[in-house]
C-alpha cells in the first residue's frame, strides 16, 4: 500500500515490521459543541486510513468534562459524520473507560507513581515553574503509598469539597517540558454526567484518559493535533506505567485546518449562537457541518476539499475559496441547471398571440445526460432580468441592447423593438418580436446574436425568495485581528419575489440547482404561506486559481 503523506508512511512501515497487524484510529470529538469544518479534516484522516488500510475507525465521545457536555451534541456530531458519508465501528466514551481510568490511577498510586496533593489550583499553577526555572515540589509528594490510597479512596466517596485535593502523577518537577511536572490526573468535581450521572465525584484529566482510552480500545495510532505534540511525552509514560500490552498506541500530531477570516472554535462559534448574531449552529454562514450542510454544500466536496488541503506538519492558512472551488467542481457535475430572474423586467413579444405558446425541452444537466430534460414554455408575455437589457450599453455588453438580437435560452432568437419607460427613464417593458424558426435545429438558428439570456414565461412564473448569505468575519483591517470587532454585520441579503420556472419546486426539498448565469442555489424549507426559497450556495465564476 502506497503513502500519501507522512502518518501513512509511519502506518506502512509499521505494518511492514509488523508491528502492528490491523490498523486502528479513532475520531475523538469532545461533546461540548457542533463539529465544523476544521474536525472534517481529522473525520477524514481517521476515517481515511481505516478505509485505505481495512482497519477500524471508531468514534470516541470524549466526555471528560460533564459541565459542558451535552447529549443534544453528541447527536449533532453522530449526524453529522453520517451526512460526511463515514461509518465508524464502535461508538464509545471516554466514560465508558471512567473505571479502568480508575484503575490505573491506583495501579500508579501502589507503584509510587501517583499521589494525593492537597494544593490548589492556583498553588499548583504557581509552583510549576517556566520555561526556564524548573517546578518545586509538592509538600504532598511523598506521601505513603498507603495514605495516598485512602485518601484518593476519600476523594471517590465525597469526603472532600471540589478542588480541594488532585491526584498527581509523580514523574519530575524539574522536567524541561512543563506537562511532565507531576500533572494532576484525576480531581473532584461534583456534577452531573450526562452518562455516568452521579456515579462519579472524580473525573480524570484528558491528558489521563484519553492515553487510557486509547491504549484499551486498541487504538494503534493516536491521530492528534500539533498542541498535543508536548503532551506525547505524558501520553506514553501513561501508557508504559499502567502496563498496557503491545501493541501500544503512539500519538502521531498533525496541523489543524485553519481558514482564512473562518471562526473555528466551539467556544467562539458557541457565542455567536448564545447572542443570537446567528440564527443557531445550522445557521448557512456558520462553519459548522450542519451549516455548511444547510448552506447546501455536498459531502463529497468537503471531502474533496479535505484531501486537497493535505496532510502537514507545519500550521498554515488555507484560502476559503478552495472549499468554494470543491463545491463549484461538484456541483457543475451535479447540479441541474434551471432558469430564474432575480430583477424581472418585462417583454412582450408582439408577434406571439395571447393564446400561444411554444414548449422547447432543456436538458436538466449538459454535464450528466442521464440527468435528462425538462420543458419550457414560451408565451406573449415574459420576463428577463433587468441587467440583461441596456439603454446605454458598456463596451463589450453581450446582450439585449436597443434594436438587438439575442437567444432565449432553449428558445428563440428575439429582437428588441421599442422600449416603453418608467417615469424615471427606466426601462418598465420590452416591446420585441421573435425570429421564427430560430430555435436550436431551425433555419434561422444560426443568426448571429450578441448572446444567450434566461427567462420566465409571466404566467408560468413562480415567486421564490432568494437569500445570500456572507462571510460572517470582515477582512482585518489596520491588522486587527479580533473576531469581535470584525463581525459582518450585513451577511444576509435577500431578494423577494424573483421568478423562477417551475421546474424549481420539483424534485426532493433540498435539491441543489444551477441557475443559469447567476450561481448555485439550494432549496431550503419555508413555511406554508411564504414564497419557497432558495440559499446561494456558491458563485459560478471562479476566483480560485488552482493547480491541478
Ligand atoms: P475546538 O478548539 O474547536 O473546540 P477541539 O480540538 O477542542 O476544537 P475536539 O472536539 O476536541 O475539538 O476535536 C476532536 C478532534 O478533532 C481532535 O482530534 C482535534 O484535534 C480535531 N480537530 C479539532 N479542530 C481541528 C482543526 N481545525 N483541524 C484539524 N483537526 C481538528
Ligand atoms: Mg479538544
Known amino acids: ?43 477524514s484522516i481517521n476515517f481515511g486510513i481505516s478505509n485505505k488500510f481495512k482497519g477500524i475507525c471508531n468514534l470516541r465521545l470524549d466526555d471528560t468534562n460533564p459541565t459542558k457536555e451535552d447529549v443534544e451534541y453528541v447527536d449533532s456530531i453522530k449526524e453529522d459524520i453520517v451526512w460526511l458519508g463515514y461509518k465508524w465501528d464502535a461508538e464509545l466514551y471516554a466514560s465508558d473507560y471512567f473505571d479502568i481510568t480508575y484503575n490505573c490511577a491506583i495501579k500508579l498510586i501502589e507503584k509510587g507513581l501517583a499521589y494525593v496533593c492537597d494544593f490548589s489550583a492556583e498553588q499548583i499553577h504557581a509552583t510549576r515553574g517556566t520555561l526556564t526555572d524548573p517546578g518545586l515540589e509538592s509538600p504532598f509528594r511523598n506521601r505513603t503509598i498507603s495514605e495516598n490510597l485512602r485518601l484518593f479512596d476519600e476523594m471517590k466517596n465525597g469526603k472532600y469539597p471540589d478542588g480541594s485535593k488532585v491526584l498527581r502523577a509523580k514523574i519530575d518537577m524539574s522536567s ?19 452518562r455516568t450521572k452521579d456515579k462519579w465525584l472524580i473525573y480524570p484529566m484528558y491528558d489521563f484518559a484519553h492515553p487510557i482510552g486509547d491504549a ?11 498542541e498535543f505534540e508536548d503532551h506525547r511525552p505524558l501520553y506514553d509514560w501513561v501508557v508504559n506505567n499502567c502496563d498496557f500490552p503491545d501493541p501500544k498506541p503512539r500519538q502521531i500530531e498533525f496541523a ?29 454562514r456558520m462553519p459548522t457541518i450542519c451549516g455548511l450542510r444547510k448552506r447546501g454544500f455536498p ?97 463589450k455588453y453581450h446582450r439585449l441592447v436597443e434594436n438587438g438580437l ?46 444567450v439570456i434566461q427567462w420566465v414565461s409571466i404566467t408560468d412564473a413562480v415567486d421564490v425568495d432568494l437569500y445570500k448569505y456572507n462571510s460572517l468575519l470582515n477582512d482585518p483591517v489596520n491588522g486587527v485581528l479580533d473576531f469581535n470587532e470584525r463581525l459582518n454585520y450585513d451577511s444576509l441579503n435577500i431578494t423577494r419575489q ?3 420556472e417551475p421546474f424549481v419546486l420539483l424534485g426532493d426539498p433540498n435539491k441543489r440547482f444551477q441557475f443559469m ?32
Open 1 to 43: 500500500m502506497e503513502a500519501d503523506n507522512f502518518i501513512e508512511d509511519i502506518i506502512v512501515n509499521d505494518l511492514k515490521v509488523q508491528k502492528v497487524t490491523t490498523v486502528c484510529t479513532r475520531f475523538p470529538p469532545e461533546p461540548n459543541g457542533y463539529l465544523h469544518i476544521g474536525h472534517c479534516k481529522s473525520i
Open 176 to 194: 524541561p517540558n512543563i506537562n511532565m511536572r507531576d500533572p494532576v490526573i484525576y480531581r473532584i468535581l461534583r456534577a452531573n454526567h450526562h
Open 216 to 226: 484499551a480500545e486498541g487504538i494503534t495510532h493516536s491521530i492528534c493535533t500539533l
Open 256 to 284: 489543524r485546518l485553519n481558514i482564512k477570516n473562518t471562526v473555528m472554535s466551539k467556544r467562539y462559534l458557541k457565542k455567536l449562537v448564545d447572542t443570537g448574531f446567528v440564527d443557531g449552529w445550522n445557521d448557512p
Open 299 to 395: 459531502p463529497e466536496a468537503i471531502r474533496e476539499f479535505c484531501l486537497r488541503v493535505g496532510v502537514a506538519k507545519a500550521n498554515s492558512e488555507v484560502d476559503p475559496m478552495l472549499l468554494d472551488f470543491c463545491v463549484r467542481e461538484n456541483l457543475n457535475i451535479n447540479a441541474d441547471r434551471a432558469m430564474v430572474v432575480e430583477h424581472p423586467l418585462k417583454v412582450i413579444i408582439e408577434n406571439i398571440l395571447e393564446d400561444e405558446s411554444f414548449v422547447f425541452s432543456i436538458e436538466n444537466n449538459p454535464n450528466l445526460p442521464e440527468s435528462g430534460s425538462h420543458t419550457i414554455i414560451l408565451r406573449r408575455e415574459l420576463y428577463i432580468d433587468s441587467s440583461d437589457f441596456s439603454l446605454a450599453p458598456p463596451p
Open 406 to 451: 439575442v437567444r432565449l435560452k432553449g428558445g428563440f432568437i428575439i429582437e428588441h423593438k421599442k422600449t416603453e419607460l418608467n417615469d424615471d427613464g427606466t426601462p418598465n417593458t420590452l416591446i420585441c418580436s421573435y425570429i421564427p424558426n430560430s430555435a436550436q435545429g431551425g433555419i434561422n438558428s444560426s443568426m448571429k446574436v450578441k448572446g
Open 498 to 500: 424573483a421568478k423562477a
Open 517 to 548: 448565469r447567476m450561481a448555485y442555489y439550494i432549496r431550503m424549507p419555508s413555511q406554508a404561506l411564504e414564497s419557497p426559497k432558495f440559499c446561494l450556495i456558491v458563485s459560478l465564476k471562479d476566483k480560485f486559481n488552482v493547480m491541478h
